[in-house]
């Protein structure tokens, strides 16, 4: 009699794709990470054997880990990736340019249902699923990490993706007009500013322009850690680029705030690890620039997933949501 039912499978694939590495894992219905593992993105400038790659080490992860029959769909989270069309469009940080079919190509190597969606989308539906934004439905998520700053709006409980599927690029608004040269060939970018490779030119300005003795004069190498280890020790250049990085993300926060009037900004990736330095300087600046009507009234809030997990499990709330499709029923 149970051969007559229809039995549900309980797994999916959550891919992350980034500039510098590729994460993916085999995630059950609860959120639990089964298997995971990764492998060098850069080592693949053509997506075609990016993709090649992806699929084998995908198919490999599959079958260790339960088989076909387990597995129901696969969600990918990419820079400049549009859910509507399951295209990668015009990545600024990314080696393939141009319109890139991801979703589709991936889905002609794996035989099953497939859907993509930028990595700011991404991180949202994991914050929504297992993090900050749990029992939320107004808020929005913005990701500082690995050379750009992205974001995504929920409403009502659902992501507002605009017409085209680009809404929430507060990154590539304009903060300063003929300022600094952004990946997507316009100038004066808010990520120009306050992502991580905004804070090493702010860095680099404030050394080259300070009489002060200070530390990062003698790094090897400007990172967030490095540069936050400087503030640690009490150097005042350091602290002061970190000031300035911070005053322009909390107007950049302000500005988007009084547009959308959330009940919390959740704020992720890599620049979270500077802590107060950032912070500090970021909460004041959106204090005094919000509009005052919603001053007080909106939380931020950092978010409370592991850097390695975050990603992966967004993007395996989003294999739920795509239509069913199998080769292998």
Same mark, same amino acid.
């Given at each position: ?18 500039? $510098?590495?590729?994460?993916?894992? &085999? *995630? %059950? #219905? ?8 990764? +492998? ?94 749990? $029992?939320?439905?107004?808020?929005? &998520? *913005? %990701? #500082? ?8 709006? +929920? ?94 993300? $909390? ?6 705030? %009084? ?71």
């Amino acid at each position: 009699m149970t051969e007559d039912i229809d039995h549900i499978k309980t797994r999916v694939v959550g891919i992350d794709v980034r500039e $510098g590495r590729t994460t993916y894992a &085999v *995630v %059950s #219905i609860r959120g639990e990470i089964i298997a995971q593992d990764h +492998f060098r993105t850069s080592d693949y400038p053509e997506v075609t054997d990016f993709v090649k790659a992806l699929s084998e080490r995908v198919i490999a992860l599959i079958e260790e880990n339960g088989g076909y029959e387990s597995v129901r769909s696969v969600g990918i989270s990419a820079p400049s990736a549009n859910y509507l069309t399951g295209c990668i469009e015009s990545a600024a940080n990314m080696p393939w340019k141009g319109v890139v079919p991801l979703a589709a190509m991936l889905q002609d190597q794996l035989g099953m249902a497939v859907a993509l969606a930028n990595d700011a989308h991404i991180t949202a539906l994991g914050e929504k699923a297992y993090g900050s934004a749990h $029992g939320m439905k107004d808020f929005i &998520v *913005v %990701s #500082i990490s690995h050379g750009g700053l992205g974001s995504c709006i +929920f409403t009502n409980g659902l992501p507002h993706l605009g017409v085209n599927g680009f809404a929430g690029e507060i990154g590539h608004t304009c903060v300063e007009v003929g300022g600094r040269l952004c990946g997507c060939g316009r100038r004066g970018c808010l990520e120009t500013y306050v992502s991580d490779k905004g804070l090493v030119h702010t860095v680099e300005e404030e050394i080259a322009k300070s009489n002060e003795p200070t530390l990062l004069s003698e790094l090897d190498d400007l990172t967030i850690n490095t540069i936050t280890d400087c503030c640690e020790k009490g150097d005042r250049v350091a602290i002061k680029a970190f000031h300035r990085v911070g005053s322009m993300l $909390g107007i950049g926060l302000a500005n988007y705030a %009084s547009v959308i009037n959330p009940e919390a900004i959740i704020l992720t990736g890599d620049m979270m690890v500077a802590g107060k330095w950032l912070l500090k300087p970021m909460r004041a600046a959106f204090d005094e620039h919000v509009f005052h009507n919603i001053r007080g009234k909106v939380r931020i809030l950092v978010s409370i997933l592991k850097e390695g997990e975050r990603d992966v499990l967004g993007a395996s709330a989003l294999a739920w949501d795509v239509k069913e499709y199998s080769l292998f029923k």
